[in-house]
């Protein structure tokens, strides 16, 4: 019986949850996803330009080799899916009004970050691999006429660019977007849970 009363004593003495305030925690989850998507517009918009400029590069840029068009096939290619990716994600975490429906909101949410694990996961090291592919098959032509301490240091400074970021940039971008899509679903969550 004194077991059972200990257990009781400690259940009743552990600090019980703070209530969040439905206020405070829309305003912080609509500042959070605001920030979100004005980062997504700004990679949207700069991906569109760099894709304007490839574009205009392979229709005014006359090129002997097949090799360097199928380059910038490649590059174009792989940004076009990107950047409808990105697109997809803005439109999915922008587009739904978080006091409408609280719990459809929420379930957007989670796509999103599985739709974000998705690609920062296996498609974003086959994103670079297409990138650096398209990128040797450019510079084949484009460096043919160059010295080789050019080549290498060209080569190179594109290799250790793309090896930064993918080993170091997408890391910590990735856990600093994923730390503030978790802080919000648990906020979501939490509030969900005052309400049932």
């Avoid at 999103?112 to 650096?132: D, E, F, K, P, T």
Wanted: overall charge positive.
């Amino acid at each position: 019986m004194k077991e059972f009363e200990h257990l009781m004593s400690v259940w009743q003495g552990q600090p019980k949850q703070d209530q969040l305030s439905v206020d405070a925690a829309l305003k912080q989850v609509k500042k959070s996803i605001g920030s979100m998507s004005r980062k997504l517009l700004w990679n949207i918009t700069g991906m569109m330009f760099s894709l304007t400029g490839i574009f205009i590069v392979m229709l005014f840029f006359v090129f002997r080799s097949w090799t360097t068009y199928l380059g910038i096939g490649i590059l174009l290619a792989t940004m076009i899916v990107y950047v409808s990716m990105m697109i997809r994600d803005y439109r999915l975490i922008n587009n739904r009004d978080i006091t409408i429906n609280p719990a459809e909101y929420l379930q957007g949410l989670k796509e999103y970050q599985r739709n974000r694990a998705i690609i920062y996961g296996w498609m974003y090291y086959l994103y670079v691999l297409l990138i650096s592919i398209g990128l040797a098959l450019y510079f084949f032509e484009v460096l043919r006429d160059t010295s080789v301490q050019f080549k290498v240091i060209a080569y190179g400074l594109t290799t250790a660019w793309l090896l930064f970021c993918t080993f170091y940039l997408k890391n910590r971008i990735f856990k600093n977007e994923e730390e503030k899509l978790n802080l919000m679903i648990e906020r979501l969550e939490r509030l969900q849970g005052q309400f049932e």
